[in-house]
């Protein structure tokens, strides 16, 4: 099996938020990857990740990894300062507070690179923003879910000082438009395979 992988690198670091598996939590990134695995992995994520990291000579990287083929279901959209990143992989859909569905692969990961300058504060409420466009994208497309039981994301910006991302603010709204249209599409991609 090919393994299909996406990497994104910024022209400058950035402040990241993620829960990723490779330098997840609130660091400086110098880019991002979605590194493809298999479907059945159980590997040392954290060897893996820097590896991977390694071999494409990347330095100071956010690692996600999905068994999603890559290639085939990244969906990118942009709407205003706010790209989304999304690849999708529903075979595991789960509720938010209800006992989650026996173990599958299946993950939806989002990046939001978002070139403004924000607080730590706000990087928060833009995953709190992007996570409920999630959620609502999932339920419109007939899904009764919240998401997957190992969903990733991780948001990625300037410091500086923007303190609000919520969904009444110009950044919410776009990152809202920017994740839904991107995971909407990246569902279409699974689904069609």
């Known amino acids: 099996m090919k393994f299909s992988h996406f990497i994104k690198s910024f022209k400058e670091p950035m402040i990241a938020l ?42 100071n990287f956010v690692g996600f990894m999905t068994a999603a083929d890559v290639e085939k279901v990244l969906a990118v959209a942009k709407k205003g300062s706010v790209t989304a990143y999304v690849t999708a992989g529903i075979t595991n859909p789960a509720i938010a507070g209800e006992e989650p569905p026996p173990w599958s692969p299946g993950t939806i990961n989002i990046a939001l690179v978002i070139e403004e300058g924000l607080t730590v504060g706000a990087l928060v409420n833009a995953v709190m923003t992007a996570t409920e466009a999630k959620t609502y ?24 000082d923007i303190e609000w991302a919520g969904t009444a603010t110009r950044l919410g709204i776009n990152i809202g438009k920017a994740v839904r249209k991107a995971l909407e599409e990246s569902i279409k991609k699974w689904s069609e395979l």
């Open 18 to 59: 993620s829960n990723a598996p490779y330098r997840g939590g609130l660091t400086k990134a110098n880019g991002f990857f979605f590194m493809m695995v298999h479907k059945n992995y159980s590997g040392n994520y954290r060897e893996d990740c820097r590896r991977f990291e390694e071999e494409h000579n990347l330095k």
């Open 137 to 160: 994208t999932l339920l419109t497309m007939g899904y009764k879910a919240t998401g997957t039981t190992s969903d990733g994301i991780g948001v990625f910006a300037f410091e500086g």
